[in-house]
């Protein structure tokens, strides 16, 4: 760099002199044809120097501002450098930061869906419990109906065995008073037997029908709510 300014110092002086030879000196006298170049003045040094002073101060100035300018640069560089290394360090931050939240959200989903699983074997749980809520009340209004069917039927029991009883008694008092009147003993006979026999298939077909509506009522509920 500084023979490269040397270089071009010496150039320079000699091309300043050489145009003030040309423009401010004399021109010399020649006895050939050929003309040289004007002879310069003695104040023309003087000039030249000035300009060339002018000129290298311009020069350094010049590299001066172009040191500076490329300090600036350099130091605009290394920020440039620091900042994009800081802005690389915050880019693979957030990176790890977003493998993070990813592998997070991934675990959550997994999560909720085990969640959703549970609530839906929970809810079908409370479904199966709701139903067997409903069927245990189903059977217990069936057993309360039940019960009051066989109280019933007992009633009816307890009345066929009083009108049992009572036909008993008719056949024991008729069967003195056939004793006692022999002449009318094959009449009274056979009507005694009649009405017993109409009164115990009377009885018969009432425990048959009342019986039969037992069963039927019992099956028909359990066909019409478990079937």
């Given at each position: 760099?500084l023979?490269l300014?040397?270089?071009l110092l010496?150039?320079?002086i000699k091309?300043?002199?050489?145009?003030?030879?040309?423009?401010?000196?004399?021109i010399?006298?020649?006895?050939h044809?050929?003309?040289?170049p004007?002879?310069?003045n003695?104040?023309?040094?003087s000039?030249?120097w000035?300009?060339v002073?002018l000129?290298?101060?311009?020069?350094?100035?010049?590299v001066?501002?172009?040191?500076m300018?490329r300090r600036h640069?350099?130091?605009?560089?290394l920020t440039?450098?620091?900042?994009?290394?800081m802005?690389?360090q915050?880019?693979?931050?957030?990176g790890?930061?977003?493998?993070k939240?990813?592998?997070e959200?991934t675990t959550?989903r997994?999560?909720?869906?085990?969640t959703r699983?549970?609530f839906?074997a929970?809810?079908?749980?409370t479904?199966?419990?709701?139903?067997?809520m409903?069927?245990?009340?189903?059977?217990?209004?069936?057993n309360?109906?039940l019960h009051?069917?066989?109280?019933t039927?007992?009633?009816?029991?307890?009345?066929?065995?009083?009108?049992i009883?009572?036909?008993r008694?008719?056949?024991a008092?008729a069967?003195?008073?056939?004793n006692?009147?022999p002449a009318?003993?094959?009449?009274n006979?056979?009507?005694?037997t009649?009405t017993?026999?109409?009164?115990s298939?009377?009885i018969?077909?009432?425990n048959?029908?009342?019986m039969?509506?037992?069963k039927?009522?019992?099956?028909s509920?359990?066909?019409?709510h478990f079937?």
């Open positions: 760099m023979m300014l040397l270089l010496q150039f320079c091309f300043v002199r050489f145009l003030f030879s040309l423009f401010v000196g004399n010399c006298k020649a006895s044809l050929i003309p040289k004007p002879c310069p003695p104040g023309t040094d000039l030249a000035t300009l002073l000129m290298i101060g311009l020069m350094v100035m010049t001066f501002i172009q040191v300018k640069w350099k130091h605009a560089l440039f450098e620091v900042q994009n290394a802005l690389r915050q880019n693979e931050n957030l790890r930061r977003r493998s939240l990813h592998e959200n959550l997994a999560g909720m869906e085990v699983q549970e839906v929970m809810q079908a749980e479904m199966l419990q709701e139903r067997a409903w069927q245990h009340e189903m059977l217990r209004q069936g309360e109906r009051l069917e066989n109280v039927l007992l009633r009816k029991k307890e009345t066929l065995l009083q009108e009883e009572t036909l008694l008719a056949t008092a069967t003195a008073v056939t006692a009147t009318n003993t094959d009449t006979a056979k009507e005694i009649a017993a026999t109409a009164t298939t009377a018969n077909a009432t048959s029908t009342a039969a509506k037992k039927k009522s019992k099956f509920w359990f066909k019409k079937h």
